[in-house]
């Protein structure tokens, strides 16, 4: 299994970006993104079922962050609108298998700073 991040980058506050998460080498249930601030625990900032029909966001990124999947093609999309200096982490995508038991796989992050 792989999973790939892209799209992170330096933005002012105000702006957007799009990350995106490509995952392989097995079929994935619920997909979400995760991240992790200097000195700060990993923490959700949204997740999505299989289908698309169960989205959840943290508070802080509600009515401004968009979570999609495209099951075709195994990627998943993170847009970020009216960024602001808090949201300044390390981005990581997290990608579940489920069998007898939950496997989580991580990719290795993106960097998304904001410049006040």
């Known amino acids: 299994v792989q999973v790939v991040e892209s799209g992170g980058g330096l933005v002012q506050a105000g702006g957007s970006l799009r990350l995106s998460c490509a995952a392989s080498?097995?079929?994935?249930?619920?997909m979400g993104w995760y991240r992790q601030a200097p000195g700060k625990q990993r923490e959700l900032v949204a997740t999505i079922t299989t289908g698309g029909g169960r989205i959840n966001y943290a508070e802080s990124v509600k009515g401004r962050f968009t979570i999609s999947r495209d099951n075709a093609n195994n990627t998943m999309y993170l847009q970020m609108n009216s960024l602001k200096p808090e949201d300044t982490a390390v981005y990581y995508c997290?990608?579940?298998?489920?069998?007898?038991?939950?496997?989580?796989?991580w990719g290795q992050g993106t960097q998304v700073t904001v410049s006040s």
């Open positions: 997290n990608a579940r298998v489920v069998m007898w038991t939950t496997y989580n796989y």
């Open positions: 080498g097995s079929t994935f249930s619920t």
